[in-house]
């Protein structure tokens, strides 16, 4: 469905990022809802596990599953947003938009903030049609069944089309589960200036707003600042972006004028690049995007233009996440400080090797590192003469068992009576590993839809 167009064609959509991802501070976006001008805030929150951890929660509880913080954040955001005439895209539905939509209405009844049209976009879970098929997963061609018993969600990337029709119905705010993070921010351009669905080009350049909008604070300065070297004023009361699109699509990256942050060239250059793998052919749900003519001009102080995007037709498949167990993750730590920490600490990882050995503890995989020493660059680049005079031992290994996972942790403790000397500030901790692989699947099989709840 093509939506049919809302504004003047002179007008231009001012478009806020609310969150780039699930945990993410709520400040900013009151602070966009509140003083950005805006027409649309988007909160983009799920990482690749967040959804498969968001599934298991709700199969404890069918009325769980969406983002931890959706009430926070609507419960900071909505007063402000309602007043201003702000609609909320986000996609914090996560496992249950239904209920996350639901939990929205409830939490707008209780601020007193009258009848709000609130949609829910479904249709990415597709698990029941991943497993009934003979799909192989991309990373390591192993067959999807084989996995059967450790399978805990199948989410397909939506696009922007049930987003564009709930919207073209009225929604002032729109939550769905997987949706690709750029059709967020393409949706309410898609429906305010009517572009076509099949419009590559106009489509291609909404993905590069998108991509420079998702992550948020990243493209003010967030991500980009480097003391010294890249410096970026009050990172403490960092600002959210703005993108001011144009009917041609055209786009200034900007933020409100109070907030921390910057917005450069710079800035915007390196968001652009950031996980593109090929930019003459980033593949999204809506178009395969192509970033390689477009161009990136400073106009002003925390004004960057920015256009150019093309792109050709979207693909016949879409990406689907498939989260699994994994196993589980044993880790372990200690501090140890003053002369010869290094050295104590080197004997305590050779201690809990052993007592790992002698135990018989079964790992798949098994690490020792000394953090602040070796543990990002390994022994050979992080050697230097320097001794440091603090030193935290980190002993972690993957397991097939829970009961595995703990004695790794349990071997760590022991090394607080059990030598050397010195050590302190023990911890230890086991958890479940969610792992997330790919498969490709024909987008007849995703239904995406959308449906009303009453406030």
């Known amino acids: 469905m093509t939506a049919k167009q809302t504004h003047p064609t002179s007008r231009r959509i001012r478009i806020g990022a609310g969150a780039g991802y699930s945990g993410d501070r709520i400040e900013p976006a009151v602070e966009l809802a509140s003083h950005g001008a805006l027409d649309y805030l988007v909160f ?26 959706l009430e926070a954040r609507m419960t900071a955001v909505l007063p ?4 201003n005439g702000v609609r909320i895209i986000s996609n914090m539905g996560a496992a249950n938009p239904l209920a996350a939509a639901r939990k929205t209405a409830e939490i707008a009844r209780k601020l007193g903030l009258g009848d709000l049209k609130i949609a829910a976009v479904t249709g990415d879970d597709v698990l029941d049609v991943v497993l009934q098929g003979d799909a192989h997963f991309e990373e390591t061609g192993e067959r999807v069944a084989s996995y059967r018993d450790r399978i805990v969600s199948a989410n397909a990337y939506l696009g922007a089309s049930a987003i564009v029709d709930a919207l073209a119905a009225g929604a002032q705010i729109v939550l769905t589960g997987r949706v690709a993070d750029p059709s967020l921010f393409a949706a309410p351009l898609i429906h305010e200036f009517g572009w076509r669905m099949d419009d590559w080009d106009m489509l291609g350049q909404a993905t590069v707003i998108g991509h ?11 991500y980009f600042a480097d003391p010294g070297y890249k410096d970026v004023p009050e990172l403490a009361k960092l600002g959210f972006p703005i993108g001011e699109v144009a009917c041609d699509g055209s786009v200034v990256i900007t933020k409100v004028p109070q907030a921390g942050g910057r917005v450069t060239q710079a800035t915007c250059k390196e968001q652009l690049l950031y996980e593109i793998h090929d930019p003459q052919r980033y593949l999204q749900p809506d178009v395969v995007a192509d970033f390689s003519a477009v161009r990136v001009t400073e106009q002003a102080p925390d004004r960057v233009s920015v256009t150019g995007g093309r792109g050709t037709p979207r693909t016949g498949t879409l990406k689907v996440s498939v989260g699994y167990v994994d ?61 440091p005079y603090e030193v935290r031992v980190r002993v972690a290994g993957r397991t097939t068992s829970a009961e595995q996972a703990v004695r790794i942790g349990n071997e760590v403790e022991t090394l607080y009576t059990n030598g050397p000397a010195g050590g302190g500030g023990a911890t230890k901790s086991v958890r479940e590993v969610l792992a997330v692989q790919s498969v490709l699947l024909p987008r007849e099989h995703a239904k995406p839809a959308f449906t009303f709840v009453e406030v």
Do not use: H
């Open 44 to 69: 983009e929150c799920l990482a690749e596990r967040t959804i498969a951890i968001a599934q298991q929660a709700r199969r404890k509880d069918p009325l769980a599953g969406y983002d931890p913080l």
């Open 80 to 83: 402000a947003a309602i007043r």
């Open 212 to 222: 420079l909008l998702e992550c948020a604070g990243q493209v003010t300065g967030g």
């Open 327 to 387: 196993g589980f993750i044993g880790e372990g730590q200690i501090s140890y400080g003053g002369p010869g920490a290094v050295a104590r600490a080197r004997l305590a990882i050779e201690i809990v090797r052993e007592r790992l050995a002698l135990t018989g503890v079964q790992t798949s995989e098994l690490r020792f590192d000394l953090i602040g020493v070796d543990s990002l660059y390994g022994k050979t680049v992080s050697s230097t003469n320097a001794q």
